[in-house]
């Protein structure tokens, strides 16, 4: 038996107001048809005013807790995977905890943008297998619609707002239950590739994202199926005894084309992509909620987690949950 993170519940939370494409073309020079050709989103939920990254997160870890079964006072670890944090600080994942009422535990924020919550998940493995805590809390949670520069249609179509959230507990399991390999990644040298361009120590203004969507596609089909081939020879499996994989919700055309390299069928891909568009840091955790929900996903299932985002950062994770 081994001390491993276990996946107990999952939740979700998305901000009440859903944009369609046409909406967008009355704001921007840009269509439907464009949209859904290039990158297969449909819709977006944008937050309002009193939508925040903390609210939405505490809002899909309260759902996330309810499905574990558990108290916020069990928790002993808040992780929280953002780019668009309440405030520059405290981190995000003291609010949260604020807002849940969770009494004294271990409470941090993770900057990886869209890979953010591959890298909280992986350190929240780390974390709970060394004994650190024993029940965990891994948020992903955006904000994106206050970094788009609205006049930049190359950009603003691509994003939404959003949250997702998992419990995970520290269990004695035999070798093929819980999280079972986690891979990391970054190359900085292609930090200007995707890149908001302010922040606090350099323009002290928020920022817009600015993208070279071309290079960031090119990298992502090619970095996220390497690293799912890294997971799964970890895990000593074939790509054929996934289940469910769930990637990161960025185009369905990257989706499509890392799941044919893998030589998986669509049928076992979980895709939101058309209803969220990019939620970043939210949209794994979102889509893992939703399959779960909807019993796709049930228990004994090996599930793979990828992402990719700005540094670049690109990460991947396997699990039977
Ligand atoms: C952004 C993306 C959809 C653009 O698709 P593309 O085929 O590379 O398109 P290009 O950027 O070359 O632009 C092609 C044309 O469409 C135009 N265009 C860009 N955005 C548009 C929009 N929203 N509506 C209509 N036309 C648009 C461009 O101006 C360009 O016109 P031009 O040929 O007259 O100059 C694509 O590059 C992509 O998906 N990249 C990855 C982005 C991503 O997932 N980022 C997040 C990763 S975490």
Same mark, same amino acid.
């Given at each position: 038996m081994t001390r491993r993170a276990i996946l107990k519940g999952t939740g979700s939370a998305l901000p009440r107001t859903r944009v369609s494409n046409d909406e967008l073309a009355k704001r921007v020079?840009?269509?439907?048809?464009?949209?859904?050709?290039?990158? &297969?989103?449909?819709?977006?939920?944008?937050?309002?005013? =009193?939508? +925040? +990254? /903390? +609210?939405? &997160?505490?809002d899909a870890a309260r759902e996330a807790l309810k499905a574990a079964g558990l108290d916020a006072a069990d928790i002993g670890l808040i992780i929280v995977a953002t780019a668009t944090p309440d405030n520059t600080f405290p981190a995000t994942a003291t609010k949260i905890q604020a807002m849940l009422g969770a009494p004294d535990c271990i409470a941090f924020d993770v900057a990886a943008v869209c890979s953010g919550f591959l890298y909280a998940l992986s350190v929240a493995d780390s974390m709970l297998r060394t004994g650190a805590a024993n029940h965990a809390l891994v948020i992903g949670s955006e904000t994106f619609s206050r970094i788009l520069d609205w006049e930049d249609r190359a +950009?603003?179509?691509?994003?939404?707002?959003?949250? &997702? !959230?998992?419990?995970? #507990?520290?269990?004695?399991?035999? =070798?093929d239950r819980g999280i079972l390999a986690t891979r990391l990644h970054a190359e900085g040298q292609y930090c200007d590739m995707l890149y908001v361009d302010g922040g606090p120590s350099t323009t002290g203004t928020v920022g817009h994202v600015r993208m070279q969507g071309r290079e960031v596609f090119r990298h992502a089909v090619t970095n996220l199926a390497s690293?799912?081939?890294?997971?799964?020879?970890?895990? /000593?499996?074939? !790509?054929?005894?996934?289940?469910?994989?769930?990637?990161?919700?960025? %185009?369905?055309?990257?989706?499509?084309?890392?799941?044919?390299k893998l030589g998986l069928p669509a049928e076992r891909v979980v895709l939101t992509v058309d209803?969220?568009? %990019?939620?970043?840091?939210? #949209?794994?955790?979102?889509?893992?909620?939703l399959a779960v929900r909807d019993g796709r996903i049930k228990r004994g299932d090996l599930v793979v987690l990828e992402a990719m985002g700005g540094g670049f950062t690109w990460g991947a994770a396997v699990l039977r949950v």
């Amino acid at each position: 038996m081994t001390r491993r993170a276990i996946l107990k519940g999952t939740g979700s939370a998305l901000p009440r107001t859903r944009v369609s494409n046409d909406e967008l073309a009355k704001r921007v020079d840009t269509s439907d048809e464009w949209i859904v050709e290039r990158t &297969g989103i449909r819709f977006r939920h944008i937050a309002e005013p =009193d939508e +925040t +990254t /903390g +609210t939405l &997160g505490a809002d899909a870890a309260r759902e996330a807790l309810k499905a574990a079964g558990l108290d916020a006072a069990d928790i002993g670890l808040i992780i929280v995977a953002t780019a668009t944090p309440d405030n520059t600080f405290p981190a995000t994942a003291t609010k949260i905890q604020a807002m849940l009422g969770a009494p004294d535990c271990i409470a941090f924020d993770v900057a990886a943008v869209c890979s953010g919550f591959l890298y909280a998940l992986s350190v929240a493995d780390s974390m709970l297998r060394t004994g650190a805590a024993n029940h965990a809390l891994v948020i992903g949670s955006e904000t994106f619609s206050r970094i788009l520069d609205w006049e930049d249609r190359a +950009t603003c179509v691509l994003f939404g707002d959003g949250a &997702g !959230a998992v419990v995970l #507990s520290a269990e004695e399991v035999g =070798d093929d239950r819980g999280i079972l390999a986690t891979r990391l990644h970054a190359e900085g040298q292609y930090c200007d590739m995707l890149y908001v361009d302010g922040g606090p120590s350099t323009t002290g203004t928020v920022g817009h994202v600015r993208m070279q969507g071309r290079e960031v596609f090119r990298h992502a089909v090619t970095n996220l199926a390497s690293v799912l081939g890294e997971v799964m020879a970890d895990v /000593g499996l074939p !790509a054929d005894a996934i289940d469910w994989i769930v990637p990161h919700q960025a %185009n369905k055309r990257i989706i499509d084309a890392t799941a044919k390299k893998l030589g998986l069928p669509a049928e076992r891909v979980v895709l939101t992509v058309d209803q969220h568009a %990019n939620t970043s840091a939210a #949209s794994v955790p979102l889509a893992l909620d939703l399959a779960v929900r909807d019993g796709r996903i049930k228990r004994g299932d090996l599930v793979v987690l990828e992402a990719m985002g700005g540094g670049f950062t690109w990460g991947a994770a396997v699990l039977r949950v």
